[in-house]
């Protein structure tokens, strides 16, 4: 009896203790309450001011991604190029071809450089050269240190521009999606469709975090000058799926509306009434 007495008072002690000793996340992470510090820049022609409140929510766990380039596979790749070509046959180099650079004249760093490219097998007449161009092509293109580590991996598939017709940049500025597209008669439900099979098809587990009109560019021949023409397409950004409490996708399609966090793993794809025009993947 005395030593069941003697357990339970054990007991009752250790979780006092517990319960007094207990501490929140931000003694845990000994975060100040309040921040105050000046910054100023080395010309002194600059100065910030920083003067606020330190609040830590106090949750069970906070989930950490770690964000790095990885290699492509050529499995990925041949995916990727299925869902962009579609019914279109396509045609190239099928293995990465890698150039070793070391530093010199061309290069500050030593590295691996590997290339791939496919091309559509239909030709079509640009105006920029005397012989006809794929009808589109998917270039892939990735660094690797001496390490082994990837310093930069990207793959686009594009269509050809046929002078004077115009053709989608995706890097340019979008606008937020507000309204129906001019000139396309597709509407949204129909694009998201396409992009999502396209995606899933090569990329599972990716998320729509975004979507914006994107206006088509013209390249005008024998001139340098790029048009924006009155037709507009789709935009979408794909993300991965992750437990991060912002929406975030790619960096100016509304800067009201999209925070960009990071570009890791990044699928944009640009769709109007012809199908799929272009596709960067990060």
Known sequence: MKRARLILLVL??????????????AERLDAPERISQIYRSNSGKTTVTVDAAVT??????????????????LEEIDALAQAAFGQEPYEGEREFQVHHHMVGP?????????H????????????RTEEPLPA??????????????????????????????????SNGLAWPLDRPPRGTQMPFEEARRIADAAVAAFAPGRQLAGAALLPDEIITSGSS????????GYVLYYTLSLELP???AYGEISQAEFLETTQSELITVVVDDRGIRNMMYN
Do not use: C
Not at 143 to 168: K, M, N, R
């Open 12 to 25: 009752l002690l250790a979780a006092g203790l517990s319960s007094a000793h207990a501490q929140t996340l």
């Open 116 to 127: 791939l490219s496919l091309n559509a097998q239909k030709r079509i007449p640009t105006g």
């Open 246 to 248: 912002v929406t975030y």
């Open 56 to 73: 830590v929510l106090d949750v069970q766990r906070i989930p950490v991604y770690a964000i790095r380039p990885r290699k492509y596979t």
């Open 136 to 169: 589109a092509e998917l270039i892939v293109l990735m660094t690797e240190l001496p390490d082994g580590s990837i310093f930069h991996a990207g793959a686009e598939y594009s269509a050809q521009q046929v002078i004077g017709e115009g053709y989608y940049f």
């Open 106 to 114: 061309d290069s500050t760093f030593e590295h691996f450089d590997y």
């Open 225 to 232: 000058n790029v048009w924006e023409s009155s037709r507009e």
